[in-house]
């Protein structure tokens, strides 16, 4: 039987250091949940690959899927135990890396080479190629240092989206790269529960749901919505900002942190958990989603699933997973964006009950779905495994 081993370093690290889970360590620990009882940790640590026994896998796996107040004790103890005493790792059958962790570093080709017979990654998207002026600086060198691992040395890789799947078809094209067997499996949002709570504000709201980051164009909506305060005053909706703080994002943080006009207008929750989540979602007059650039848009599909109206940028990925359900503007068209939330704002406003009729018979993807693609990826990752074995 070949057991699936998951490079959990990058979640480990997160926990460890308290941060919340982003949309990529999401995907990542539903891989953990999926595969949990049928599969080791591998952590990258102390210039060693350190995979742990099966109890230590499952104990790590139980932490990360519910963190205890003894996640570091545990985790600390797990991981130095099989460091210390597993000196000699055995070579993997199969291993996933779903986080882009590692694949930067210079010495991961020939280590993975090394430890595991065949690998599977999953990208996420190539935004720091195609478009580096939305990520931190010299982003854009490592990503095509983590391609170049993936396909180099990939057995396959997963992705989110088509429009991911094309945007690293013409990456490979332009490079002269021959690319490892790509799936697409779509992702599932977040087990967010419906179970609707009171309403968390009396005045109509809009929800802006994501790291505060550059590419998520908080800016827009927060110029737009100094501009509703100084013509309506009080009768303006309010806007909350749900996300961690991000990189290069001094701008819109000077607005947060500064602008009197804002004040009590525009709310930010930089922690929420997935109950307010929920309940901050479903009460809402729509989830604004005005990104220069998305893999995929977890915001969108988990508004969609609770009946939430959408106003989207106009981009490929979103009408791949949305179709023509959310109202879709240019992510620069001011004027637009304005109108529509106003028009939104309004109780009885035609526009958002139409698109509710929109929303009729909506279905989320599933992560069995997702992963239905993923097992079947394996099968023919452990055939091929098996012919080589037989061969010797």
């Not at 701008?251 to 709310?267: F, H, K, P, S, T």
Request: glycine share 8%; charged share 20%; aromatic share 8%.
């Amino acid at each position: 039987m070949f057991l699936v081993t998951i490079d959990i370093t990058r979640l480990l690290d997160r926990g460890l250091q308290g941060r919340l889970p982003t949309g990529v360590d999401r995907v990542s620990l539903e891989y953990v949940r999926h595969f949990s009882g049928r599969a080791s940790a591998l952590v990258r640590f102390g210039g060693r690959w350190v995979t742990l026994g099966a109890a230590d896998s499952q104990r790590v796996f139980d932490e990360l899927l519910t963190p205890s107040a003894r996640f570091g004790l545990v985790v600390r103890w797990c991981v130095g135990k099989a460091y210390v005493l597993r000196l000699k790792q055995p070579r993997q059958s199969l291993l996933f890396n779903v986080g882009h962790s590692g694949l930067n570093e210079p010495g991961y080709a020939s280590d993975v080479q090394r430890y595991a017979e065949r690998t599977v990654f999953f990208l996420h998207d190539l935004i720091p190629i195609t478009h580096p002026e939305y990520c931190r600086v010299g982003e854009g060198p490592k990503h095509r240092q983590r391609l170049s691992t993936m396909i180099s040395q990939g057995s396959a890789i997963v992705v989110n989206s088509t429009a991911t799947l094309h945007a690293l078809n013409d990456y490979a094209v332009q490079c002269g790269l021959t690319l490892p067997p790509c799936v697409v499996a779509s992702l599932a949002p977040a087990r967010l529960t419906p179970k609707v709570a009171e309403r968390p504000l009396a005045a109509p709201y809009f929800v802006m749901l994501g790291t505060i980051e550059p590419r998520k164009n908080h800016l827009l909506l927060l110029h737009l919505w100094r501009q509703l305060v100084e013509e309506l005053g009080d009768a303006a909706p309010r806007l909350v900002i749900i996300g961690q703080r991000g990189w290069d994002c001094e701008q819109v943080v000077d607005l947060l942190d500064r602008c009197e006009a804002l004040r009590g207008v525009v709310i930010e929750k930089s922690h929420c958990s997935d109950a307010e989540l929920s309940n901050w979602l479903i009460h809402a007059q729509a989830l604004l989603f005005p990104s220069f650039m998305e893999g995929f848009g977890m915001p969108l599909v988990e508004a969609l699933m609770l009946g939430v109206p959408v106003v989207a940028s106009d981009l490929p990925v979103f009408r791949e997973i949305a179709g023509a359900i959310p109202e879709y503007l240019n992510p620069l068209d001011g004027v637009g964006w304005r109108q529509l939330v106003l028009e939104y704002a309004q109780p009885e406003s035609a526009a958002r009950q139409a698109q509710c009729l929109r929303m009729n018979g909506y279905v989320a993807p599933t992560w069995s779905q997702h992963f239905d693609v993923v097992e079947g990826l394996i099968d023919g990752e452990i055939s091929q495994l098996n012919q080589r074995f037989t061969a010797y």
